[in-house]
């Protein structure tokens, strides 16, 4: 990637082609055209940040506040570095201090405006691209990962925005901040400039509750957004489910979708679309494999999975019967395929593109692969098999354990290595437990990012939980034997001590991950990594051991 094309010290951002600031101000979200300074048509912005330890010459710098400090208190560094403007709110504007003629531009809700004040310097890059959304609890990695494979399928030249990273087709796309889920708007708005003009046709993103919450989708309308499910998770955030299903609400309005489709095999899928119906403002169809009753029923179903063979999955839709192979395990992986596929499918209702063809499309899933999602590891010869997956709250660890049910039917056992994040939701440990316990044959409870919290703390609430579960019928009848692994390397390691060669070991919580977090350190830890190599570290040690023994009998 090319210096112009990043931005000044690796932003993820176009070439600048400077905006003067009077052009931003009238009718964007609120900022007044009487900024403070008579000369804004000299004043020329070529990027947007609210990050001033990243400032590029000609930025306008965004002073939110903090849960401690004040951006504003960072407004005089960011003008130092190059910033030609500040926006912040009233008392950011008092605490600013920035040399005379700076324009501080006062609103009271900065973060809500700094999203179009961007989609306008970066040329309104999002409508140059046909836009896939996915929310939803889990699912939308994976998801993303399936809309991407397609359109590439497709011909198209792709985007993807999420967990995992941000790519342009097979290209990853690094800059400063990485590591969230959806980018703040004004990250958005310059990672979007930055596909279109690298030849972009499209872009597929997860777009969390966080985000919408917290407006960083603003100044973005996508041509579908799709919805996964809803389970529970990120409630220190949120608070309630029924908050958390708000935030995932707003992805579906005409602010900020075409079009929609809807996974409703849970209440919340089923909320969703009735409260679409009921306000007509956007289309939208359901997707269901309808294999479990949902409360309150379905709505009438559009795209129905019909019937699944092995790694073999038919589709009926409006207009066609689809049938297509997917190489991702689990039911949960057929209701994301379909999904997808149906998002694409509406994406073509009002479109003259022919490529857009799900059928077609489907083709790709039959080798796919998204890292840290039901990822296999390898482990060689007489090893068991071995999964790494970022399953970290309850319904995703329920969906990956009983995506083995046929394997423990057939008398393979199922030994998950299970931890719980530090400084997140506590209320969600203890029911993690309790599903690993039923649907696992041995769970060994371990850390996952400890953060700030003790590690043996969370442990025990996790085990705890476990020892709470009650068995279901159609289990196995028992519940898991619960072993305390301690930390994450000594648990993966115990786990391939007691698993034999028919046996799986299912790694959860981290997945595509590559550090751990404890105490404000992250230290290396790649799931998949550590995995293999202690199963080198106990082949070499049973290695040995035969050495000797076979040494000992020529002596003998």
């Given amino acids: 990637m090319s210096d112009q094309s990043r931005g000044a010290r690796g932003l993820l951002r176009p070439a600048p082609h400077p905006v003067p600031l009077a052009r931003l101000l009238p009718g964007q979200s609120g900022v007044p ?37 004040h951006g504003a208190d960072f407004a005089a560094g960011a003008v130092a570095a190059g910033a030609v403007a500040v926006l912040t709110d009233p008392t950011g504007a008092e605490r600013a201090t920035v040399p005379p003629g700076v324009p501080v531009l006062v609103v009271d809700d900065p973060r809500q405006a700094m999203a179009a004040l961007a989609a306008e310097v970066y040329g309104r890059p999002a409508e140059a691209l046909r836009g896939f959304a996915v929310t939803g609890t889990n699912g939308k990695t994976t998801t993303t990962h399936f809309l991407a494979a397609a359109l590439h399928r497709l011909g198209l030249s792709v985007g993807t925005i999420g967990t995992i990273g941000f790519r342009l087709d097979d290209q990853p796309l690094v800059g400063p901040r990485t590591t969230v889920t959806t980018p703040e708007s004004v990250d958005l708005q310059g990672l979007l400039g930055l596909m279109v003009e690298r030849g972009a046709d499209a872009v597929a993103m997860e777009v969390s509750s966080h985000a919408l919450a917290l407006h960083r989708a603003d100044g973005v309308r996508f041509d579908v957004a799709g919805f996964t499910n809803l389970g529970r998770d990120h409630l220190e955030f949120h608070h309630t489910m029924a908050n958390y299903f708000e935030a995932k609400a707003q992805l579906f309005t005409p602010e900020h979708c075409a079009r929609a489709a809807i996974v409703v095999d849970d209440e919340w899928g089923v909320r969703l679309a009735r409260r679409l119906a009921e306000r007509g403002d956007v289309p939208f169809r359901t997707v269901s494999w309808d294999n479990h009753p949902v409360p309150g029923g379905r709505p009438p ?12 999955i038919e589709v009926r839709t409006p207009t066609a019967e689809w049938r297509f192979e997917c190489a991702l395990p689990g039911d949960f992986n057929v209701r994301n395929a379909v999904l997808a596929l149906a998002m694409i499918d509406l994406a073509n209702l009002d479109s003259s593109d022919a490529r857009l063809d799900a059928a077609t499309a489907a083709e790709a899933f039959a080798e796919l692969a998204v890292p840290g999602r039901m990822q296999p590891v390898r482990l060689g010869a007489g090893a068991p098999r071995a999964f790494v997956d970022f399953a970290h709250t309850p319904q995703a660890v329920d969906a990956v354990l009983s995506a083995f049910a046929t394997e423990r039917r057939a008398g393979a056992r199922v030994i998950a290595v299970l931890g719980a994040g530090g400084d997140r939701d506590p209320s969600k440990r203890r029911p993690m437990g309790a599903i690993a316990a039923a649907t696992a044959d041995v769970l060994v409870v ?38 305390d692994g301690g930390d994450r390397r000594q648990a993966i390691t115990a786990a391939l001590r007691l698993a034999g060669p028919d046996d799986i070991v299912a790694v959860l919580g981290k997945g595509h991950e590559q550090g751990q977090e404890s105490n404000g350190t992250t230290v290396p830890f790649d799931d998949a990594t550590v995995l293999a190599e202690a199963w080198a570290g106990l082949a070499a040690g049973a290695t040995g051991q035969q050495e000797q023994m076979t040494s000992g009998e020529e002596r003998r």
Avoid: K
Wanted: glycine share 10%; no cysteine; proline share 7%.
């Fill in 33 to 69: 055209a009487d900024a403070g300074a008579p000369d804004l048509d000299q004043v020329q912005v070529s990027g947007v940040t609210l990050d001033s330890r990243i400032v590029a010459p000609g930025d306008l710098y965004v002073a939110l506040p903090g849960a401690r400090v």
């Fill in 301 to 312: 179903v559009d795209y129905r999975v019909t019937n699944v063979d092995g790694s073999w």
């Fill in 446 to 483: 371990t850390d996952d990012n400890p953060r700030t919290e003790d590690p043996a703390a969370i442990r025990a609430e996790v085990i705890a939980g476990a020892g709470e579960t009650a068995v279901e019928p159609g289990t196995t009848g028992e519940r898991a034997e619960v072993v």
